[in-house]
């Protein structure tokens, strides 16, 4: 018995020291990257590109399809969404490796803000950083806005503006439901879901933004219905 509990011990520790060790080098990469370029001069930067648009030149069809796919509890969230956060989390452990991503929006603005897109325990720690510093200075809009203005959309486009303009020769604020919503489901695979790669993939995925729209109740079933009947 005694021996169990030792050994039941010494597993505990092994396992602090080992999360311990992950979330020091988490923040150090993330002073690191904040330390040569603060969060406030690169979000600078990123707005003096000649395509960002503000968050009211977005359409709301379009933002309501991004979080309603991406990160449906962003406006209730501090910047980690604990319940998706812990099902990847259970999930990589398992699989001992970073198989299942749970990141918010706030955590992918960090990592497009900063990092790589490689799958590592310790940037996904130093994205978290980041995130609790953008939650903490900035709006839930003005996040949003980063993000949509940042992300890759296929074909070469990157930010909503771009995206717009390449796909369907209008400005954000011009798409219409059919069209935000094809272009929501894009950043989770681009390659794959580009309407110019495969029109197929990219309904079949749009199909899924308009269910997560109607879940969440950004949209009405007839809506999803007239869209999809059209394709």
Known sequence: MKFI???????????????GTVVYMGYSMYKEAITKTSIAERIEEIKKDENYVSFNDISDDFKHAIVAVEDHRFYTHNGIDIITTTRSMLENIKEK??????????QQLGRLLYFTQEQRFTRKIAELFVAFDLEKNYSKDDILELYCNMIYYGDGYYGIRESSLGYYKKEPKDLSLAEASLLAGLPNAPSVYSPTKNKELSRKRQSAVLRQM???EYISEEQKQEIENRN
């Open 97 to 106: 490796d970073i198989v299942a991503g749970g990141s918010t929006i706030t």
């Open 214 to 216: 109607v879940k969440y």
């Open 5 to 19: 509990k030792r050994l039941i011990i010494t597993i505990l520790l092994i396992a602090i020291i080992a999360v």
